[in-house]
């Protein structure tokens, strides 16, 4: 198992720009989410899903899209980019009660 | 909501040394409680977990108990190695959709 799975590691946007961070994973696990750290605050989820077509806004939703058409795959869409969007990503599975979530090795982005 | 607090740090300590790291939680119903370690360039891993009171989460020299009468669930390791220096965040679930509130992590630094 390749376990979770994120591309691509690093990107730089211009201010205005659009992007898709890609999270992939091969567990079968219904929920998924999407998380950005930034320096000294911990983790904040963005949105997550508890399964295909099915998503649902975190703490801080604004600026992001997401899509979940199968069980497999939940990208991250940023429209308009903003230098409050500089930070790394993070995507995360679960397979269900109490489990452990499962992290990808995560996307550095800045927006400059 | 739930909230989860634990010391910043950074916490630097000699090789051979005790550490523990503080963290105490505000959740509604029955929390499973959660250490996961970020090295350094990588996504989070679970360390150790405790599902229910008095429950003792163990794993690879570390701990933690779940008391629910102080609602805490400290870190604990009895020997620290310079390869345990990273990134150490408390986190719990509870509730459904198995969304994780996280603390805003602990680094540790282990020196020689």
């Known amino acids: 198992n390749a376990g979770v799975t994120q591309t691509p590691k690093f990107r730089i946007l211009k201010i205005g720009q659009s992007m898709t961070l890609q999270c992939t994973q091969d567990?079968?696990?219904?929920?998924m989410y999407w998380y950005r750290q930034d320096p000294g605050m911990g983790l904040k989820l963005i949105y997550y899903?508890?399964?295909?077509?099915?998503?649902d806004k975190g703490e801080v939703p604004n600026g992001y899209n997401v899509s979940r058409s199968t069980t497999e795959d939940f990208p991250l869409r940023l429209e308009l980019a903003a230098p409050s969007q500089t930070s790394v990503y993070f995507c995360?599975?679960?397979?269900?009660?109490?489990?452990?979530?499962?992290f990808g090795p995560g996307t550095r982005l800045t927006v400059t | 909501g739930n909230s989860v607090t634990q010391m910043e740090g950074p916490v630097t300590l000699s090789e051979e040394a005790f550490l523990t790291i503080n963290c105490t939680y505000t959740?509604?119903?029955?929390?499973?409680l959660f250490w996961y370690v970020q090295y350094p360039g990588e996504g989070l891993q679970l360390l150790l977990k405790?599902?229910?009171?008095?429950d003792k989460g163990s794993n690879k020299g570390f701990e933690a108990t779940y008391r629910k009468e102080t609602t805490s669930f400290h870190l604990e390791k009895g020997s620290v190695q310079v390869s345990d220096s990273a990134v150490y965040f408390c986190?719990?679930?509870?509730?459904?959709?198995?969304?994780?509130?996280f603390g805003i992590g602990t680094k540790l630094q282990v020196i020689p």
């Open positions: 995360a599975s679960t397979g269900g009660m109490a489990y452990e979530q499962y």
């Open positions: 567990m079968n696990h219904n929920y």
């Open positions: 899903s508890v399964g295909a077509g099915i998503t």
């Open positions: 959740a509604t119903g029955y929390p499973s």
């Open positions: 405790a599902t229910k009171a008095d």
């Open positions: 986190a719990l679930v509870s509730g459904g959709y198995q969304k994780v509130t």
